[in-house]
């Protein structure tokens, strides 16, 4: 072969390597070759499975109450973070409180869980949108154990609880729950969603303005003393009992929480939302949370809103943790759905929220 010929075919194998690396490219991220990965369709069919098909609705925490207030910073975190939600200052809140399950015409006397999503709104356009639960862990780490738990706690069709032929097998596979479960078992369960602690259970990364990043979860404390249900009498609990309970307290006065941003000390375990961080960590009071109106969310604010916890503004940032990224895609399946299907608290065909219409036409 002639020097020529090398010449001219070295550049040309090149753009062939380029061309054949792309198209490999392409089919792995469309899940042609390689392992197959989880998408937000199977996690929401697996949560269809587990809860029955309620068009309009959440597929999961799929009974809510919408409310609305304002977050007053006291600024003591933009040691932490430059978002501009830590900055001293006051911002409008939208948010929603909720029960886990996808069942929105199940009765309020469950174990797991008591939430409450937020929008904090700042004036240079960002958004923080969390989605937080009433424990500080999780039961499962990744999304496969997430579906697998899904699978697990199934209703049986006859008795209307979970099969315990089914959990058994899931449990002996899935030794972690075991942390989650013995948190449950000691834990009061707040008997107003007023009075919960509500925690970001994943990790987040926050960034100061020397360009320090720390990992962070966070806490809303309430002022709000604690008392319990009764939980040997979950089950006799009127069906919106903590829906209406809110509904009567917030006429009478607004309720407050003080956000806890809770630094990671060296050795913490930041991408596995089962294992608790323990003993003395660096606080911050960065605010008080002051909800001051609710209204049910078949006309509330909170309806058309996508509460997607890797919406983030400057400042603050995805940790390690691999359920955040599944998070992201579930959340945006879910909200798709329901969107489109003009039915439940969705039927006058939610318009979808500027951001998540944003990101669903970058994905
Ligand atoms: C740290 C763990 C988690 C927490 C704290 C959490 C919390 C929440 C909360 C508070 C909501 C209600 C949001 C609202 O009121 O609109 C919610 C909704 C939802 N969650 Fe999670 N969740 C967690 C993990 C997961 C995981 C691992 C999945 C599945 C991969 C998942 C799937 C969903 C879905 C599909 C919705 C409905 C979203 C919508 O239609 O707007 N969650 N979650």
């Known amino acids: 072969m002639s020097t020529d010929r090398h010449t001219r075919l070295g550049p040309l194998a090149l753009i062939g390597a380029i061309v054949l690396l792309f198209i490999a490219a392409f089919a792995w991220a469309a899940g042609w070759i390689g392992a197959r990965r989880v998408n937000g369709g199977d996690v929401i069919a697996a949560l269809e499975d587990n809860g029955g098909k309620h068009p309009g609705y959440r597929r999961a925490h799929a009974k809510g109450l919408c409310f609305s207030g304002t977050f007053a910073a006291t600024g003591s975190g933009a040691a932490l973070s430059v978002a501009q939600a830590l900055a001293r200052g006051s911002y409008p809140v939208i948010g929603r409180f909720s029960l886990a399950g996808g069942n929105p015409l199940a009765g309020d006397g469950r174990n797991v869980f008591h939430s409450m999503a937020l929008l904090l709104n700042t004036p240079d356009g960002q958004q923080w949108r969390m989605a937080m639960d009433h424990t500080p862990i999780f039961p499962v780490a990744d999304i496969d154990s997430f579906l697998a738990l899904q699978r697990a706690t199934k209703p049986d069709a006859t008795t209307g609880m979970p099969d315990p032929a089914l959990i058994q097998p899931f449990l002996a596979a899935h030794p972690e729950v075991r942390a989650f479960q013995d948190y449950m078992a000691k834990a009061v369960l707040p008997d107003s969603f007023a009075n919960a602690i509500y925690y970001s259970i994943n990790a987040f990364r ?158």
């Open 206 to 363: 926050f960034t100061d303005r020397a360009g320090t990043a720390r990992l962070v979860r966070w806490h809303f404390v309430p002022e709000a003393a604690l008392t319990g249900l009764d939980k040997a009498r979950l089950d006799r609990l009127p069906r919106d009992h903590l829906l209406r309970e809110m509904t009567a307290r917030t006429a009478k006065g607004p309720s407050r929480w003080h956000l806890q941003l809770v630094v990671a000390n060296p050795g913490d375990v930041t991408d596995n939302a089962t294992v608790a961080w323990t003993g003395p960590h660096r606080t911050i009071e960065a605010g008080i949370l002051t909800i001051n109106a609710v209204s049910p969310e078949e006309t509330g604010a909170c309806r058309d809103l996508n509460f997607d916890p890797t919406i983030l503004p400057e400042g603050i940032g995805l940790s390690d943790d691999p359920l955040l990224a599944a998070r992201a895609k579930a959340y945006s399946s879910s909200f798709s759905r329901r969107a489109a299907e003009g039915a439940g608290p969705s039927a006058a065909g939610g318009a979808m929220d500027p951001e998540t219409a944003r990101r669903e036409t970058a994905r």
